[in-house]
């Protein structure tokens, strides 16, 4: 019944936008920009924190709030007329709003980072408990659980590959993204809406900063896979049939107004969340006042699309707006306020022949640059106005000297215009986020683990942020300086890439795949890849000495069944508290009965009694 009453108020909200539209009650004669800050919070090791609600509560400001996991936090910044110093105005308010959130952080002994995806997350940190205890989330998360009757799976491939099942929404919140808002004219919005479209690839492109995700290389910008396959509500059916992810770029170019832009997402889009609504619209209306459209608003944010149409009221008169949601958090608030620049730049100083965008650009060309954008970044080359050309040379050549005409044309001040163009053209000319984190990750992976090379990164990430230079100014970091500070438990000294044999392979196998690599144990696996078993060559001298032939002999008749194992929170002083008690030299690390790494006793011989290098 509730539900039925929502979606009466959700087609009440169409109608009364339509009737303001006919009305021209929409502000048309006003511009706006707006933007979402998320951020990061990290533990004095560089780790994700669980301290958001007790640094929101210290902050006590309503500009800041709620995100989905404990370790991040949201900034809502207020619009700001689109003129003058504007973008400067932001970029001020910005750093002042994140210093005021860093010194609240101070007290618990953490830190805030800008960056699209925390290196330092970890498996342990997407479970629920890591969750925001808001009913809202809550919601979200068991309604599409609901939805898709099934438990989510993400499959990545990237330089790396990352294929893990999950049961929770909560790997979107390894997401953080500067999210920015223009307010557009109500008769120019569909143009408007497609250009924004056709401009996504190239301005991924050149803003690219989130390359790792659990210490794999994917995508240039693997946000937008992960953010896709996170809050997935599609069914795998044996039918071949065409469906349309919640999170989206489109199908195709749109058409008449921004109601039809709703009126589709309201067809093809389930309507996954509800809440009481006290004021129907169209009675609103009737009575001389601006609706909220609350059920529109609600259906909208579940429906992700990376440019999304707004409705909004601001100081008692209603817009329309555009947001944009691809681009990255970080790497510094200067590099954030120049991607908007030069968004606002573009989208107005459109060029003539692109009103009618369709005349000049194929909507799949517009897409397969978004995807080119987000696998390879910078390094893309894109199929723009019928011709291939790379990035680098499309935003230099074609798209800057627009962004410069637009912001001119929206009374810019020039000494902004030159500063936040030139931080374009220098990262075009030098190095995006991506480049930097992956040329420096695959550096300090040369000499330390993995865990080790993600805490180095982390913390060079938060150093330079804090040194205001934009991301090409970023030097590489020394990997001589970083040394080993944060592990405490088996998961960040393990090795994952592991040989393994099946537990029916011929034992003879087993004994040159140990002699190959010049390992002491190999682990065990059955059909369902489960860890059964381990083989040393210790066992094999034994079962040679009971007369055992090799030869003939499967692994599973030579292996020990009873193995002892960690887990991945497992501290580092019990692991070796237990391989010395043992008198073993390595213990594999299990998760559910799945084996996910093996730490050995010179991964931890290290170790003092604090958990830290000796």
């Given at each position: ?353 692109c009103d009618d965008i369709a005349s000049v650009m194929e909507f799949k060309d517009a897409k397969s640059n978004f995807i080119k954008a987000s696998r390879t970044g910078k390094e893309s080359v894109m199929r723009w106005m019928g011709e291939q050309i790379p ?224």
């Amino acid at each position: 019944m509730a539900r039925a009453e929502f979606i009466r108020h959700l087609l009440n909200d169409v109608r009364s936008l339509e009737v303001m539209l006919k009305e021209n009650m929409i502000e048309s004669d006003r511009e706006r920009i707006g933007a979402e800050q998320e951020f990061c919070l990290v533990n004095e090791n560089w780790r994700p924190s669980f301290h958001s609600a007790e640094i929101l509560e210290g902050l006590s400001d309503p500009h800041f709030t709620t995100e989905l996991a404990r370790y991040n936090i949201e900034l809502n910044l207020d619009p700001l007329p689109l003129k003058g110093d504007c973008f400067r105005q932001m970029e001020e308010v910005l750093n002042d709003s994140l210093n005021k959130a860093d010194a609240i952080a101070d007290r618990f002994n953490d830190k805030v980072v800008l960056t699209g995806i925390l290196p330092t997350i970890s498996k342990n940190e997407l479970e629920l408990e890591y969750m925001t205890p808001n009913p809202r989330y809550k919601a979200l998360n068991d309604m599409i659980r609901n939805v898709r009757g099934a438990e989510f799976e993400l499959h990545i491939k990237g330089i790396d590959e990352l294929s893990v099942r999950h049961q929770s929404v909560l790997f979107e919140a390894c997401n953080t993204s500067f999210q920015m808002h223009l307010q557009t004219a109500p008769d120019d919005f569909v143009p408007s809406y497609n250009w924004a479209q056709a401009i996504s690839g190239p301005l991924l492109g050149i803003c690219a900063n989130s390359p790792l995700l659990l210490g794999r290389e994917l995508w240039s910008e693997t946000r937008i896979a992960l953010f896709q396959q996170s809050i997935d509500t599609r069914v795998s059916t044996f039918a071949v049939k065409d469906q349309i992810p919640r999170v989206n770029f489109g199908n195709a170019w749109e058409e008449g107004s921004v109601v039809d832009i709703f009126k589709n997402s309201i067809g093809k889009f389930r309507v996954i969340m509800s809440c009481d609504i006290e004021r129907d619209s169209l009675q609103d209306l009737e009575v001389g006042n601006i609706p909220k459209l609350q059920a529109l608003s609600l259906h909208n944010s579940t429906v992700y699309r990376w440019n999304r149409p707004c409705y909004g009221v601001t100081e008692g008169r209603p817009h329309l707006r555009i947001e944009n949601r691809y681009i990255p958090a970080g790497p510094t608030t200067m590099d954030e306020v120049a991607n908007f620049a030069f968004w606002v730049g573009l989208m107005k100083g459109r060029p003539k022949n692109c009103d009618d965008i369709a005349s000049v650009m194929e909507f799949k060309d517009a897409k397969s640059n978004f995807i080119k954008a987000s696998r390879t970044g910078k390094e893309s080359v894109m199929r723009w106005m019928g011709e291939q050309i790379p990035v680098r040379e499309l935003i230099i050549k074609h798209l800057q000297p627009i962004a410069r005409e637009g912001l001119v044309k929206a009374g810019i001040d020039t000494i902004d215009i030159d500063r936040y163009l030139s931080i374009i053209e220098r990262r075009a000319i030098g190095k995006t986020g991506a480049q930097w984190i992956i040329q420096n990750y695959r550096a300090l992976r040369r000499d330390l683990k993995r865990d080790d090379a993600l805490l180095a990164l982390t913390k060079a990430i938060h150093h330079y942020q804090r040194s205001g230079s934009p991301i090409s100014d970023w030097p590489a970091i020394d990997v001589r300086l970083e040394t080993h500070e944060a592990a405490h438990t088996v998961e960040h000294v393990m090795s994952t890439d592991l040989f393994t044999v099946h537990e029916n392979d011929s034992a003879e196998l087993a004994i040159n795949v140990i002699d190959w690599n010049q390992i002491h144990h190999i682990p065990v696996e059955d059909d369902k890849a489960k860890l059964v078993g381990i083989l040393t060559s210790t066992h094999l001298d034994r079962f040679r000495l009971r007369g055992g032939k090799v030869d003939d002999a499967l692994v599973k008749d030579v292996m020990i069944r009873s193995v002892i194992t960690a887990n991945p929170d497992t501290e580092i002083q019990e692991a070796i508290r237990v391989m010395k008690k043992f008198e073993i030299g390595s213990l594999p690390v299990v998760h559910d009965h799945h084996l996910i790494g093996i730490v050995t006793i010179d991964d931890v011989q290290a170790f003092d009694r604090d958990g830290n290098r000796g």
